[in-house]
């Protein structure tokens, strides 16, 4: 069975410094890999996938993320980060037989300080 | 473009009661999605509808919840009796899969969710 696992419960920054968000998953077959991000009462917002292709993923608000197969592992990142971006941050994978069925992470807070 | 609608907010029962979640997709969005997200957990795919036949229920308790979508486009789910455990928030979300423009790995819009608590 499909799953994602996110080892940090929060990561903390400051603002201008690089960010890393850790994910990584386990599948059967080739994997398709997602981030969305949720704001306080605010629905999730996709921010980037990885179907084929080249393993760095650029997405919305500056993000981008490196597919490692051998590591089996899509961290998010983000050269310089931003008071906004703090957020819960989610990872899912689906298999390419059934991309609707996303399996979501444990999530992870980031929170960015002035 | 208006996003996914959800409705009530908020919800407040007690245990054994019942009660029932809207949800009004995207305009276009042939695929809809109901999700469960316990605090602390990821959310949990509960049913998929495309139009208004149901793909994939495999997690619905289906002993206290259902849901449907008789026009293809808004849909409610409904938990009767309401259990403790069932205090989540509850997330629904469209896609264009199966509808017209749909070109594959399409990205899921979610609702700001209804979040339920159960005393």
């Known amino acids: 069975a499909q799953s994602v696992a996110q080892p940090e419960d929060q990561v903390n920054v400051a603002e201008g410094n690089p960010l890393t968000v850790k994910c990584t998953y386990s599948?059967?077959?080739?994997?398709?890999l997602f981030w969305y991000v949720q704001y306080p009462n605010r629905g999730l917002q996709f921010l980037l996938k990885?179907?084929?292709?080249?393993?760095l993923v650029k997405g919305s608000y500056g993000f981008e993320a490196e597919f490692n197969k051998s590591q089996t592992s899509f961290h998010l990142k983000k050269p310089s980060a931003l008071v906004s971006d703090s957020a819960l941050y989610f990872c899912?994978?689906?298999?390419?037989?059934?991309?609707?069925?996303?399996?979501f992470g444990t999530g992870t807070r980031l929170q960015v300080f002035p | 473009e208006a996003g996914v609608a959800q409705s009530p907010r908020y919800k407040i029962i007690e245990k054994r009661q019942s009660v029932a979640f809207w949800c009004n997709p995207i305009?276009?969005?042939?695929?809809l999605y109901w999700y469960q997200q316990i605090l602390g957990q990821g959310p949990k795919l509960l049913i998929q509808?495309?139009?208004?036949?149901?793909?994939?229920d495999s997690q619905l308790p289906k002993d206290r919840f259902s849901a449907e979508r008789l026009k293809g486009v808004d849909s409610t789910l409904k938990i009767q009796p309401a259990k403790l455990e069932d205090s989540a928030v509850y997330l629904c979300?469209?896609?264009?899969?199966?509808?017209?423009?749909?070109?594959?790995?399409?990205?899921?819009?979610f609702g700001s969710g209804t979040q339920l608590s159960v005393l």
């Open positions: 979300a469209s896609s264009l899969k199966g509808g017209t423009g749909w070109v594959g790995n399409e990205k899921l819009f």
């Open positions: 599948v059967s077959g080739n994997p398709y």
């Open positions: 990885y179907i084929t292709g080249d393993n």
């Open positions: 899912a994978v689906s298999e390419a037989y059934n991309t609707d069925k996303l399996i």
């Open positions: 305009s276009g969005h042939a695929t």
């Open positions: 509808f495309q139009n208004n036949g149901v793909v994939d």
